[in-house]
């Protein structure tokens, strides 16, 4: 497997064989939270040309097995408050980890690491913050991973959680 950082994406077929990729892995979870697990493809393929965004695609052979997605241009998404991290980390650098994904047939400890220890090189560099936003019911197992990738050199905590309420009316 070979993982490739690129800045920019020009090649629309290649555009779109990591849409469908992504699409393959996260589409199905969001039968299982209440909470959209994927982005709207008009923003996502947006990355695709933004040197803002670092894109880092493994291949197998000419298939793609797995894809990451990183960037410290916050307002690329909403979910994340520009002022929380101006306030409480000022000056720092903040890179918020969009999408981690990988083919099932390849979701190796080897895998796993080569992907996102090539992400984590980005970060490390820069003594700057990464982050997550993730189902903990059905996702999980990021942070754990994270701890795994690093070699116990990075250290994590939930800054906040999200939760759906649903309420039935009587």
Known sequence: MKIQQLEVIENVAMQEQIWQF???????????????????????????????????????????????????????????????????????????????????????????????????DLVAGDDGYGIFFHSLKHNSSIPRLAKIVSGDTIEGIALDEEVCECFKWK
């Open 22 to 120: 992504y699409e393959k892995i996260f589409a199905p979870m969001n039968m299982l939270t209440p909470i959209n697990q994927t982005w709207p493809k008009a923003g996502f393929m947006s990355w695709m040309t933004n040197s803002r965004v670092a894109k880092f695609v493994s291949m197998d052979g000419d298939k793609i097995v797995g894809f990451g997605a990183m960037t410290d241009q916050l307002d690329l998404d909403y979910l994340v408050s520009i002022p929380y991290f101006e306030t409480n980390h000022p000056g720092k650098k903040i890179y918020n980890f969009m999408v981690v994904a990988l083919d099932p047939e390849h979701r190796d400890l080897n895998a796993i690491k080569s992907l996102l220890g090539a992400m984590f």
